[in-house]
């Protein structure tokens, strides 16, 4: 027994019984309703009135007539949590959202839920953040460590369309062979597209790896349709004006990776 009487007698032996069993049921993890003893639809009057009874029992000058030493506070913990399921089940906005969380499993349950949101936030934070690097990468032409970075955006994101694409052209660029996996790096660029369309990043590198496959024609409409969706795509432009000038009878890539560029 937690509580100890220095007085033994009926009303303290009940009152040392009731905060064991409370004290059990919040240790539990009771909600408030069982705490204070009452059904989830009670009625406000009839929880006035159970809140009140435990109260007058569980209050600290009550205990102390009683001679019930709390040393360890732990009645006190428990008219804590009295108080305060009171507070909530009283007013009739916070019952409904307290019941609202019992419904969702409990408040075990909804801060499992807040911390994988949380989780989930931090590694989509996580991913974007190895997507700059490994764009920063590309632009300082270091595409090995560009596809270490892409690769851990993928895996922290693997929903993120972008993602995908920018890691196959990584890895395109970072190939000793490139003709070797032009071929895949085309399909990973048009799945990529299957899945997010209005994606400007895999619009415009496939529109690169056609462009280098030979084939200016798909090339073009693609950096037209980067175009479209994204006017001041400057690389797209210049990709645009020089498959222009060579179209109209001007020289032809010497050969398919010829012209090839990050």
């Avoid at 409370?22 to 009670?42: E, S, T, Y």
């Amino acid at each position: 027994m937690r509580q100890v009487a220095q007085v033994d007698s009926p009303q303290s032996h009940s009152i040392k019984a009731l905060i064991a069993q409370r004290l059990k049921l919040l240790d539990q993890g009771a909600d408030h309703f069982q705490l204070l003893g009452v059904a989830p639809d009670v009625a406000f009057d009839a929880l006035r009135k159970a809140y009140f009874a435990l109260a007058r029992q569980l209050h600290p000058d009550r205990l102390a007539a009683l001679g019930i030493a709390d040393d360890g506070k732990h009645a006190q913990r428990l008219f804590a949590q009295i108080n305060s399921g009171f507070a909530v089940l009283s007013d009739h906005a916070r019952r409904a959202q307290y019941l609202d969380v019992l419904r969702r499993g409990g408040e075990a349950a909804v801060r499992a839920e807040h911390a994988r949101a949380e989780q989930l936030a931090r590694r989509i934070l996580d991913a974007e953040e190895a997507f700059r690097r490994g764009e920063l990468a590309l632009r300082r032409d270091q595409p090995q460590a560009a596809v270490v970075e892409l690769e851990r955006a993928v895996q922290l994101n693997p929903d993120e369309t972008d993602y995908h694409a920018l890691l196959a052209w990584s890895r395109f660029c970072a190939a000793p062979d490139r003709p070797a996996i032009a071929a895949a790096t085309r399909s990973a660029l048009d799945r990529a597209l299957q899945r997010a369309p209005r994606s400007v990043v895999a619009r415009f590198y496939l529109g690169r790896v056609e462009r280098m496959l030979g084939r200016d024609q798909d090339a073009l409409r693609h950096f037209r349709e980067v175009l479209s969706a994204a006017p001041g795509h400057a690389e797209a432009a210049s990709e645009v004006r020089a498959i222009e000038a060579r179209l109209p009878g001007g020289d032809k890539p010497g050969g398919v990776f010829s012209r090839s560029k990050r």
